[in-house]
């Protein structure tokens, strides 16, 4: 049997990177998936890649710092399967400064996505979960969120507030049969960063040398792929991890063992 056989995960923000290795993965073990993002040719192109493999998926444009967006999407997974078993809040942003150097719209923007829209869909899918006796939520926190982070402070301070909701959220819920846990991974090589640029200084023939240039102050060596982050989520997100609540399950290659 599958572990996530028929289930109803909703993944935020699963277009690229973690998010897509999570829909992928959940996808393959028999979840009935629905993933939201903001960019539709990549959205509909997943969808495309799973059901040719046989696996239902369904993508639904959001900006989860929008109200009426989650609203939306919680409202169509109701209507649709009239239940939601499993959320991965994965949406997110990673934003540089220090607390002189981050600007207001910075400090405003990561807030609004990293946090406010965790709590947000928390709130809306908690209901439909209670409905059909329980459920599983997955916060997508950060290795930054126990320990300090340099020239990343409004990054770090809006993981660390994924953390408070996970356990605050977890204990107010845990009667109920909702568990709520988050993942916090590490250094991850995903898309994005070959798309904005994340290297822009380093020529092509350089890009896997500066990539691991910036890999060797971690302990393995190596940063993780988003497939061995989705295998955590897998975990969290099923009956493997049945007596788990509120808990931070750090994945990151011993960084924060130092």
């Known amino acids: 049997m599958k572990k996530l056989q028929d289930k109803v995960a909703l993944i935020t923000g699963g277009t690229s990177g973690i998010g897509k290795a999570v829909v992928q993965l959940f996808a393959s073990e028999g979840a009935k998936v629905i993933f ?11 969808v495309s890649e799973l059901q040719e493999k046989g696996f239902p998926a369904e993508f639904i444009i959001c900006d989860h710092t929008k109200k009426a967006d989650c609203e939306k999407v919680l409202e169509d997974i109701q209507n649709a399967h009239d239940r939601l078993d499993i959320l991965f809040n994965n949406a997110g942003i990673v934003t540089k400064g220090t607390a002189e150097t ?3 719209q910075d400090w405003d923007q990561t807030m609004a996505i990293n946090v406010t829209a965790v709590w947000r869909m928390c709130r809306l899918a908690i209901p439909l979960m209670r409905a059909n006796g329980g459920g599983v939520i997955v916060n997508n926190g950060s290795d930054w969120a126990v320990v300090g982070a340099p020239n990343a402070l409004p990054y770090a301070v809006s993981k660390g507030a994924v953390a408070q909701l996970t356990r605050s959220i977890a204990l107010d819920h845990a009667a109920e049969n909702i568990r709520v846990n988050a993942i916090c991974p590490g250094d991850t090589f995903v898309e994005r960063w070959l798309e904005k640029g994340y290297f822009e200084h380093e020529s092509p023939v350089r890009l ?7 890999a060797s102050s971690l302990p393995m060596k190596r940063f993780a792929a988003p497939e061995e982050i989705a295998r955590s989520v897998l975990f969290l997100a099923s009956d493997d991890s ?7 399950l750090v994945v990151d290659g011993g960084n924060t063992a130092r």
């Open 208 to 214: 896997q040398d500066a990539i691991a240039e910036a």
């Open 36 to 46: 939201t993002g903001r960019r539709k040719s990549h959205g509909e192109k997943l």
């Open 102 to 104: 981050t600007t207001e």
């Open 242 to 248: 049945s007596f788990m609540t509120g808990q931070l």
